[in-house]
């Protein structure tokens, strides 16, 4: 996986062309670009290195998952501030929970961003539940820095969020979002990180060119950068299901 999953210079680019299913056509170009600030992707030589890894696609957790709706997100959301890492996401010593695992999966959405620090007056998900009932989180910069983990975004999916808007993103944890097809990692141009309350309620639309994200709480209305080229391999699971669906793997490869 880390070979077909290497940095590219921050720049956008695509590239797609028709298939026999036009819903998930295949790449055509060599790389994907995507243009986030911290945060590259190129998915290099996608029909002919893709192997079976340890990451393990959203819909991996249940066969009668169906891709997440991809337009519009509505909700309560759940602010944090910079260099979130993947030990306050999802500590170490949860990681020998099994995401393909049903009950695995359920329980490590009970430890989403069960190591953020007491500063934190409100737990993302209240002690014996294992649902959020923040459905959208909020970031400042270097959202998912840390270790390489793919539990991280797993964790937050498992946990019923549907999107992470943040400033910025370590590279590794949006890889991770767009690889396992959780959850849907936005940029915004500023800091709404400090315009939004926990507990605010607001909306997330994804469009064809800028998203924006509405604070119904405040009356605001935020810019947000485009998903790009990420959002269908999210839209139909991750990578793996993506990739199926779109003829580059044999749907036989588990």
Partial sequence: MAASLQSANPTFSRNLTSSKNPSFAPFQ???????YASTAINFKSLS???????IVPRAAASSTAEPQARKTFHGLCYVVGDNIDTDQIIPAEYLTLVPSNPADYE?????????????????FVEPGDTKSKYSIIIGGENFGCGSSREHAPVCLGAAGAKTVVA???????????????????LD???????ECKTGDVVTVELREGDSV???????KA????AIGDAGPVIDAGGIFDYARKAGMISSAVA
């Fill in 29 to 35: 170009s060599s790389s994907i670009r995507v243009n």
């Fill in 222 to 225: 935020y810019k947000l950068k």
């Fill in 167 to 185: 400033q910025s993103y370590a590279r590794i944890f949006f890889r991770n979002s767009v690889a396992t097809g959780e959850i849907y990692p």
């Fill in 213 to 219: 994200l509405i604070n119904h709480t405040t009356g």
């Fill in 107 to 123: 329980k490590l959405g009970s430890y989403a961003l069960i190591g953020l620090p007491g500063s934190y007056k409100n737990r």
């Fill in 188 to 194: 915004s141009e500023i800091r709404v990180c400090e």
């Fill in 48 to 54: 002919s290195s893709i192997t079976p890894s340890s």
